[in-house]
């Protein structure tokens, strides 16, 4: 009983430890700046992309179809054209309408205007879209519905938002704060774990060969392959040093002592993965939720450390 | 925070966990499922299993209308968390061209790509090409293709005839691409569709 009662406090211990708000502010600025670059990388084909049956690229009627047979509670912009073609909107100014207020749910988040609104916009109108157009949808897509998911619902707002200097808000619960920055942090171990388990599943990892030819691949192939295979040599390690990297993240990333360096290395394999393969959005979402997640510990404790000092001469 | 609700967090949590892990597993099974990995072929049916098993904890293998298959997809979707995160694993596969060859009444043929503006869209068409090619379903498959056509169409609304070639893009390994072999496209497909004729034809190589 003892024993049990200990785990108890200890999983309550893990779960809700006190956190501050900074976490939340890189969260939200981050996704903020995410869903305004979405938007506008989309700006020129969003409606080519999501528009129904013989208008688009591909029919965004038959996308949402598929998506009932799963579902029929996810969100899509269906329901919008549907309720603006009764109140005499045309299907272009609909999806335009919701384009625009995309972008301003971005610049919400972004500056920590009516936050918790702005968050729940972001998410809601992503996800129609990213449903909608799910033929055109990657993993950036759920990566952007994970971290919007988790905003709307962390305690908004944060005390660098502007909400917060207007409206003076009180202190937001630093239990309730460790909690959503738990969950964050374990989803990201799940991810890397799963990723790094079934990237060593592939012999192209070990040897290097899927290095090779994932920056060969069209579309992703930027860097001119007669520069890229003088360097043919490093592809195994780099292969092997990835799938460690990311099987290791669960293990590593939660002690002091190599939490610094496995975060500088994952967010370094992002940024590559982002220059070397044009993936710019994909490397922007991870680099941004494996920060919130746990680059604040980080600085806090290079804080801790240099506070300490005075008082130790002191003492 | 009250011991209230911090046990309705522990039991948010634990079932957000047991989802993310349960979905993730799933799509790992699958993989192995389709030998594609390390493992011996004759493991297949361990992991098919095994992949059954973590459907059934999704509720997918229950009717399509069922109210509990509904609403655990439909969180899924909602939380982003409905596919695992195998990216660019097990190993990686060749990927897909779709060129429109366009006829024209005076004799001209012209070539064309699907065309979008920029390269954030170029990824996303690449990916819409990959779900082409991997598809067992053939009607998807022309039907997604003949959607493509029909936005081709009407950027060219003067061509009679449409030929849509769908290929794989091969790609050389580093030591081959030392020795001066370079991607070579693969025929998988061929779409036509006219003006006047509604139907598909289809070619096979």
């Known amino acids: ?315 | 925070m009250t011991s209230g609700k911090k046990r309705v967090c522990l039991a948010g949590l634990a079932l957000q966990l047991f989802l993310i892990i349960a979905v993730s597993s799933r799509d790992t099974f699958w993989v192995l499922s389709q030998s594609r990995s390390v493992f011996p072929k004759s493991s297949k049916n361990l992991w098919q299993g095994t992949e059954r098993i973590a459907s059934t904890a999704l509720g997918q293998r229950l009717p399509r209308s069922n109210p509990v298959r509904q609403i655990l997809s439909g969180y899924l979707h909602l939380s982003g968390i409905e596919v695992g995160y195998g990216f660019f694993a097990p190993n990686i596969a060749n990927s897909y061209k779709l060129v429109f060859e366009l006829r024209f009444p005076d004799g001209r043929v012209e070539y064309e790509l699907p065309r979008v503006s920029n390269a954030a869209s170029v990824l996303r068409v690449a990916g819409l090409l990959d779900q082409i090619g991997r598809t067992h379903s053939e009607a998807f498959r022309q039907t997604m293709v003949r959607m493509l056509a029909d936005s081709m169409w009407r950027e060219h609304a003067d061509a009679t005839t449409i030929r849509a070639i769908f290929g794989s893009v091969m790609l050389p390994s580093a030591l081959e691409f030392e020795h001066g072999k370079r991607e070579s496209y693969e025929f998988l497909y061929a779409y036509d569709f006219s003006v006047s004729e509604e139907s598909t034809e289809q070619s096979t190589p």
């Open chain 1, 1 to 315: 009983m003892k024993r049990l009662s200990a785990w108890q406090e200890r999983l309550n211990d893990f779960c809700f430890s006190a956190e501050s708000d900074t976490w939340l502010a890189i969260l939200r600025i981050g996704l903020g700046l995410e869903v305004m670059l979405y938007a506008l990388s989309l700006r020129d084909d969003w409606n080519y992309f999501l528009a129904g049956t013989g208008h688009g690229l591909i029919s965004r009627n038959l996308g949402e179809t598929i998506l009932s047979l799963e579902s029929c509670l996810v969100p899509r912009l269906g329901w919008f054209v549907t309720l603006g073609t009764r109140i005499g909107l045309h299907e272009e100014t609909v999806l335009s309408v919701a384009w625009i207020c995309l972008l301003g749910s971005g610049c919400g988040l972004l500056m920590g205007i009516a936050s918790r609104f702005s968050a729940i916009l972001a998410w809601f109108l992503h996800l129609c879209a990213a449903k909608s157009g799910g033929f055109v949808s990657y993993g950036v897509d759920n990566f952007t519905t994970i971290g919007l998911f988790y905003l709307m619902l962390s305690p908004l707002p944060d005390r660098y938002s502007v909400d917060w200097r207007l409206r003076k808000s009180r202190l937001n619960d630093p239990q309730l704060l460790g909690f959503w920055l738990r969950l964050l942090q374990l989803h990201l171990c799940i991810i890397y774990f799963f990723s790094g388990l079934t990237k060593c599943l592939g012999s192209g990892w070990w040897n290097g060969s899927n290095i090779w030819r994932a920056l060969i691949r069209p579309p992703f192939n930027i860097i001119d392959p007669e520069i890229l295979v003088r360097w043919k040599y490093l592809f195994p390690v780099a292969g092997i040093s990835i799938c460690l990297l990311e099987i290791g993240y669960p293990f590593f990333i939660w002690n002091s002592k190599t939490r610094k360096i496995w975060l500088i290395f994952i967010c370094g394999m992002h940024a590559g993965i982002g220059l070397a393969m044009g993936m710019y959005l994909f490397a922007l979402i991870m680099i941004i939720l494996n920060v919130a997640a746990f680059g604040p510990g980080l600085i806090r404790t290079e804080h801790a450390r240099i506070s300490l000092r005075p008082q130790e001469v002191i003492l």
